[in-house]
């Protein structure tokens, strides 16, 4: 029974399963929170009772949303969603018990839009590498939107309400027992509005309307509540955001347009690379994307109005397949302690393996060694840029795999680290970036290096990832 049953009053010290109500802290349209404590005294961290109103006539979506959450949030871990502590099932009386995240929702920061171009783009990052931790949890989101985004005070962005998630191993209830498609309007993708549920590609849609609407202003796509509506962006173009606010710097024009593209395919291919990108925006590649100022001509909207017409997209891959095809690779490229030889077998290395990854994204990376105290020389004898002669070296020994896999612009990156210790940096790198592999070349053996430990060894211990020591 939910909280508004007919003599099934909640209050303040009712006591559910072991947990005591203490304040109620939201009244919504579909839920109440509660602030609570176990009754056996308090625990590690503090808790919230979520609780469905139901009160007789609401949307059967609503009650089957809260079981889908039910069934999801248990199978959730990580920085980035709250931690699930128990649930009490319909059969007496439906909850959640969940960790209490304080402060409010990114919700507010829309009153203030538009915002800064730095606070957008680390918004972005943020929620990007939340979602990128969601989708290698089998889970699509389709719900993301400001008032599902918190922050914890550490920084990282947190993703809560997955009442119309899908998960890759468990039964997608909402598929099975509706026909109407589900999501919130503005931010739906157009593959939902087509009945697709199982792309991690949808959750960028939705995060590119986020951006939109917090560099803006304004909403890309209105606030339709009709499915003719919503099936208006399967063929119409949002105002370019450089329209609404021209200093926007083209780089940022380019990610949100590259994430609003109606074909998914055409979209950043994981949230981690979308947050690569974010992270390092003088890396973007700029397309006719960032210059754009129009949208599209009568002729070409009924052309794609009339394409739109009945064709419907067909899944082709669960949302962790989606991520297993577009890893970021990561290769440390050595400069003074690196041979001809051992170039040469780590180019071969890294050939093979974006030759067998399609929609991999390559991050060249080189450390420049610095001093932890004295101070550090900067330039060479000419005076010409330490920094910049280490990138055109590492530019350089990418140019075959530019040549001979035809890898454009918007695959590839280049990096020069500054930093004391070259394993920490590379650790560093790949963590930060949702690296997924490292590739990296290492000298021959001796009794000094095995007795003081080496760079490859160290990132083989500390990184999270998996890597690949070449040796010649």
């Known amino acids: 029974m939910g909280d508004d049953s007919p003599g ?13 109500l203490k304040e109620r802290l939201h009244q919504g349209g579909m839920a109440t929170l509660w602030d609570v404590e176990p009754v056996d005294g308090p625990g590690d961290l503090p808790l919230i009772m979520k609780i469905p109103r139901i009160k007789g006539g609401e949307d059967p979506a609503t009650i089957v949303g809260f079981e889908v959450e039910q069934m999801v949030m248990p199978m959730l871990q990580g920085p980035h969603v709250p931690r699930f502590v128990a649930k009490g099932d319909f059969t007496s ?10 402060g409010t929702s990114l919700r507010p920061r829309l009153d203030d839009a538009p915002l800064s171009v730095d606070e957008v783009a680390d918004i972005g990052q943020k929620v990007a590498q939340a979602l990128h931790a969601l989708h290698k949890q089998h889970v699509v989101h389709l719900d993301v939107k400001p008032s599902n985004i918190l922050f914890r005070p550490t920084g990282e962005a947190v993703l809560v309400d997955f009442g119309l998630s899908r998960h890759d191993h468990l039964p997608d209830l909402l598929e099975e027992e509706f026909e109407l498609p589900m999501g919130t309007g503005p931010y739906i993708s157009p593959e939902q509005v087509q009945f697709v549920r199982n792309d991690p590609r949808s959750d960028l849609f939705a995060l590119g309307v986020m951006l939109y609407h917090l560099a803006t202003g304004e909403r890309p796509f209105g606030q339709p509540s009709t499915v003719v509506g919503l099936r208006k962006r399967l063929y119409t ?7 609404h606010r021209p200093d926007l710097p083209p780089w940022l024009q380019e990610v949100i347009l590259h994430c609003l593209e109606v074909n998914p395919d055409l979209r950043y291919q994981s949230a981690a690379q979308l947050a690569l990108e974010l992270q390092h925006p003088e890396q973007i590649a700029l397309t006719a994307r960032a210059h754009k100022l129009g949208t599209q001509g009568r002729l070409d909207t009924f052309k794609r109005w ?5 064709a419907e997209p067909k899944p082709d891959a669960t949302a962790t397949q989606h991520v297993e095809r577009c890893p970021i690779i990561m290769v440390a490229i050595g400069v003074r302690n690196s041979t001809p030889a051992l170039d040469k077998k780590l180019l071969g290395t890294v050939r093979r393996i974006m030759q067998t990854e399609s929609r991999a994204r390559l991050a060249c990376v080189s450390v420049m060694k610095t001093n932890r105290i004295a101070m550090d ?3 060479d004898a000419e005076g010409n840029s330490l920094h910049v002669q280490q990138l055109v070296h590492i530019k350089h020994w990418a140019r075959p795999l530019q040549q001979q896999l035809g890898l454009d612009e918007q695959r590839l990156t280049f990096h020069v680290l500054e930093a004391p210790d070259t394993a920490a940096a590379i650790v560093e790198f790949a963590s930060k970036n949702q690296v997924d592999h490292i590739v990296m070349g290492a000298r021959g053996n001796s009794a000094l290096r095995r007795y003081l430990g080496s760079v490859s060894a160290q990132v083989v211990a500390e990184a999270d990832c998996s890597v690949t020591v070449v040796r010649v």
């Not at 099934?8 to 005591?20: K, P, S």
């Not at 009386?93 to 304080?102: D, F, G, Q, T």
């Open 93 to 102: 009386r439906p909850y959640i018990v969940m960790e209490h995240l304080s």
């Open 377 to 379: 020389t900067l330039t």
């Open 8 to 20: 099934n009053r909640l209050e303040a010290g009712t006591v559910i399963d072991g947990f005591r």
């Open 306 to 310: 009339f394409k739109a017409v009945g």
């Open 237 to 243: 173009d949002p105002v370019p955001p450089r329209v």
